[in-house]
């Protein structure tokens, strides 16, 4: 094929995969992140005020709300403590069912700027595997991008993860190219490409460290290096030459820290009117990397917002509520990424990778091993990063090694020719296409059959790896076909709306995702119960080991409390009861739970909300019968 030819391919695959991650977006209800990006975007843009939502970067939130500007949106009034509060969830709330905003254009058009970026990721894919390992190599990797499940889930969601891989690819290919030719455009470049990631995503202080192993592996070869700086070019060597990058870089510094500047308006102070930031300073401890970080916000050297941002990454790095393969935990597991990766992409590419890694170890040339160094360096330290974090919330964490991994895929050119061999190589591309396709539009659901596919993908990762609640819709079609007349009980776990989707449902036990008013404790009868694989799993839930003689033991005393207090025989106050009402209504839930672990649901919508058809006496033997010990 010509090059013309397949860049033509490449275009037409790109453009397919925007297509695929955006046009799902009326299937899926608001996800448990989207409403504070697109809600604190938006502020930024019309009210210059950044106090909502530091944390998930300037960049991907203004981007994904630059579509608003143009339609007639009505934003919740600032006069509230809830905005003095920086209350992005109650806002949010506000802002995106309360206020009469068109919610599908909305999160479509949100959406679909986020897929744009995807796009624009492989197209640097396409264009970086061609310069390593031509045509053939290049439509291989972009083939294996396009139709990949995780960046199909992630590119189709109005979040900054998508942003951050996307910076992460930009910002080391410009890097690598200024290391080997200094000029005003890749100096500019690189400086964009750092400071764009800078405001994607608040890991990209690794970069720094990923940069310098790259100028490390290129002052090492100690080639000539071409400087274009005036009208005469010159080539370096040495000494001269670690100064130019040096001086190089240090100007693209300066170039992403003008750009951070710019994307806060060239202010320090990130609120223009009354209030605070959700988190007061103090709340971020004493730790060296936030005490550097509070003496950069004492000396203005970046927006106030930002640090704040990168304050809080930092506070909350620490670990947060997770589940994992039956397990529950704060500080994370060794295996969580590596088994996510294994579980999260299809099986013929973890095939095509294989075979890349066959043909990288028969590589001899060391020329070629050194025009991989940007590749294997990112590799290998986020990779390390990812298996100590402990922030084990999502697989999508894993999401900037994908396309890097896609691009050392093209490697499989460099394998000695057999009969047969492109045919393989034709299968494998067609299945991994085919697995994508028959999972959609659930890309978010996505698991390949070595522990049992999208079915029983709730038995080994939540949250969103799996369930960030996205199915309502589905939910609403599934209870219209299946349960019209039923009483439906509901655990749900995500921002969206069940009551804006024209679900009416009893909610139970998830009262942190429930921001309206709702009755406490319900009484739970036969019916059809609705619930989310991660309300199911319980991170966010008072019962978080499985059942146990403690929990047994405080379930039948809140129980015994309960009847006393109904019965007028304690006269506990009603706003001093309701801790206590809300703990037993965590245990009935945990207890039902722990039960229903014993046999399989009934149905599954989007493979996130699992549905249990449940007669009264079913519902009375899970709450009173014998305990549901875990073993």
Same mark, same amino acid.
């Given at each position: ?5 397949? %860049? ?108 744009? /970026? ?53 910002? %080391? ?121 509070? =003496? ?36 994370? &597991? ?92 034709? *299968? /494998? ?14 890309? /978010? ?32 079609? =599934? ?50 119960? #609705? *619930? ?14 499985? &059942? ?16 006393? &207090? ?26 039902? #739970? ?14 996130? *909300? ?22």
């Amino acid at each position: 094929m010509r090059g013309t030819g397949a %860049t033509l391919v490449a275009g037409a695959l790109l453009a397919l995969f925007w297509w695929m991650a955006a046009s799902v977006s009326r299937e899926h209800s608001t996800t448990a992140d989207e409403i504070f990006h697109v809600t604190a975007g938006y502020s930024y843009w019309t009210l210059g005020d950044y106090r909502l939502q530091p944390e998930n970067g300037n960049l991907p939130q203004r981007w994904a709300a630059l579509p608003l500007l143009a339609s007639d949106v009505h934003f919740p009034k600032t006069d509230q403590a809830v905005w003095r509060n920086a209350d992005v969830a109650e806002i949010g709330q506000q802002f995106f069912y309360e206020s009469g905003n068109d919610l599908p254009r909305l999160l479509a058009s949100a959406r679909a700027m986020i897929a744009l /970026l995807g796009a624009a990721c492989g197209l640097l894919v396409f264009f970086w595997a061609r310069s390593l390992f031509g045509r053939t190599g290049a439509l291989i990797a972009t083939v294996l991008y396009a139709f990949c499940p995780l960046l199909l889930a992630h590119g189709g969601l109005a979040t900054s993860d998508m942003a951050a891989t996307l910076g992460f690819l930009a910002a %080391t290919l410009t890097s690598w190219r200024l290391l080997h030719r200094v000029t005003p455009g890749r100096v500019v470049l690189a400086g964009l490409a750092w400071g764009g990631l800078a405001l994607a995503k608040f890991s990209a202080p690794l970069f720094a460290v990923m940069f310098a192993a790259m100028l490390v592996v290129r002052c090492a070869r100690h080639p000539a290096l071409p400087v274009h700086l005036g009208p005469r070019p010159t080539r370096v060597r040495g000494s001269r030459a670690v100064g130019v990058l040096a001086l190089a870089s240090v100007a693209a510094l300066l170039i992403a820290w003008i750009t951070i500047w710019a994307a806060y308006g060239f202010r320090f102070d990130g609120l223009r009117s009354a209030g605070g930031y959700n988190h007061p300073w103090a709340d971020y401890g004493t730790g060296l990397a936030v005490r550097v970080t509070g =003496w950069a916000r004492e000396l203005h050297l970046l927006p106030d917002a930002w640090l704040q941002g990168f304050a809080h990454t930092l506070f909350f790095a620490g670990g947060r509520p997770a589940f994992f393969m039956g397990e529950y935990g704060t500080h994370g &597991w060794l295996a969580f990424f590596p088994v996510g990766f294994a579980l999260k992409t299809t099986l013929p590419a973890l095939a095509l990778l294989a075979l890349a890694v066959v043909a990288l170890a028969r590589q001899k040339s060391a020329r070629r091993w050194y025009r991989l160094a940007p590749l294997l360096v990112f590799l290998v330290i986020y990779g390390a990063v990812m298996l100590t974090s402990r922030l084990n919330i999502g697989v999508r964490h894993l999401l900037p090694l994908y396309p890097m991994l896609y691009l050392l895929a093209g490697a499989v050119v460099w394998l000695p020719r057999r009969r047969g061999g492109a045919t393989v190589l034709a *299968i /494998l591309l067609a299945g991994h296409a085919a697995a994508s396709l028959s999972i959609r539009p659930h890309y /978010l659901a996505y698991f390949n059959p070595l522990l049992g596919g999208p079915e029983h993908g709730y038995e080994h990762f939540v949250d969103s790896s799996l369930d960030w609640g996205q199915d309502l819709p589905g939910l609403k079609r =599934w209870l219209a076909t299946h349960a019209r007349g039923e009483k439906i009980y509901l655990s749900y776990f995500g921002s969206g709306s069940p009551a804006h989707e024209g679900i009416t449902a009893t909610r139970i036990a998830d009262g942190y995702f429930d921001l309206r008013g709702r009755e406490l404790l319900p009484e739970m009868t036969g019916g059809v119960y #609705c *619930i989310s694989a991660t309300m199911f799993q319980q991170p966010y839930t008072l019962v978080r080991h499985g &059942w146990t003689p403690e929990h047994e033991r405080r379930y039948t005393e809140l129980r015994g409390w309960l009847d006393a &207090w109904r019965a007028g025989r304690d006269a506990m106050p009603r706003d001093a009861a309701i801790p206590r009402l809300i703990e037993l209504e965590h245990l009935r839930f945990g207890r039902l #739970c722990a039960g229903l672990h014993r046999r399989s649901p009934d149905a599954e919508v989007g493979y996130s *909300i699992l549905i249990f058809r449940l007669t009264e006496a079913d519902v009375r033997a899970l709450l009173d019968g014998p305990p549901p010990f875990s073993p």
